[in-house]
């Protein structure tokens, strides 16, 4: 049975991208005000390259560019960029549709959550505090928890320790085939890829299921406990009992 589901955050439960090009796109606007001699696609593109280079979390993309292109900082023009992209994150970062529903009727039926990113902790907690799902989680495993990026195990294996679950009671749900999925299935974690929040365009998940909307986690889940049932009541291992730790499931 299905007793916890992992969350990743960006895509998932917020359209991040989304916000990510709105907010930068104003900051943008916000520097060529200020003098900035470069186009907008222009000053995108170079934009890109240095997330490209550095990771989409790097904090001081707008420093880079800005030295790329004057030798050094502006402050005028870094204040510009920093207030319009801050000023636009505010009002761009925003929910998925029906995440706030899935999520509570998730908790009414007993089932934990837990949030399972790539990005820093603070940024993650900025995020979800912003969302107002700062309470919805018991556990919010991030890139600073272990050091390392999905699909290594070490975050998932932090999952499962801090859960006390095996991966046969655990649900990753994900928007990238190639660390959500992979990283999860690669444990025994049952998969559900958001084909809503994917970016990359893949063609094939790999996932378990595939979902357009999260509220169909809903039927996922209860199709699958509805299915264990009866297996765990005969065998006398449900999740509330004593269970193997993951290492030795995982080694069976």
């Not at 505090?129 to 018991?138: D, G, I, K, N, V």
């Amino acid at each position: 049975m299905i007793k916890a589901v992992l969350f990743d955050l960006d895509n998932t439960l917020t359209d991040f991208m989304k916000m990510k090009d709105g907010a930068i796109m104003a900051a943008i606007a916000a520097m060529v005000d200020m003098g900035l001699p470069l186009s907008s696609a222009e000053a995108r593109r170079r934009i890109y390259e240095i997330y490209d280079r550095e990771g989409i979390e790097y904090q001081r993309v707008f420093d880079q560019l800005l030295r790329d292109v004057y030798g050094r900082l502006r402050s005028e023009v870094l204040a510009a960029g920093i207030t319009g992209y801050r000023r636009a994150r505010e009002s761009q970062l925003v929910l998925y549709p029906h995440v706030h529903a899935t999520l509570v009727a998730l908790l009414r039926q007993g089932i934990r959550l837990a949030v399972l990113s790539d990005a820093p902790s603070l940024q993650a907690w900025q995020r979800l505090h912003h969302l107002a799902l700062q309470h919805m989680f018991e556990h919010v495993i991030t890139f600073d928890d272990t050091g390392e990026h999905k699909p290594s195990p070490a975050p998932f294996r932090r999952a499962m320790e801090l859960l006390g679950l095996p991966a046969p009671r655990l649900l990753m749900v994900g928007d990238w085939p190639a660390r959500d999925m992979k990283g999860a299935a690669a444990l025994g974690i049952r998969t559900a890829y958001a084909r809503y929040g994917d970016t990359s365009g893949a063609e094939c998940s790999g996932a378990d299921f595939e979902i357009d909307d999260i509220a169909e986690l809903l039927g996922i889940i209860h199709d699958i406990n509805g299915q264990d049932a009866s297996g765990d009541d005969i065998n006398g291992q449900d999740a509330g009992g004593d269970r193997p730790s993951p290492e030795t499931e995982e080694a069976q």
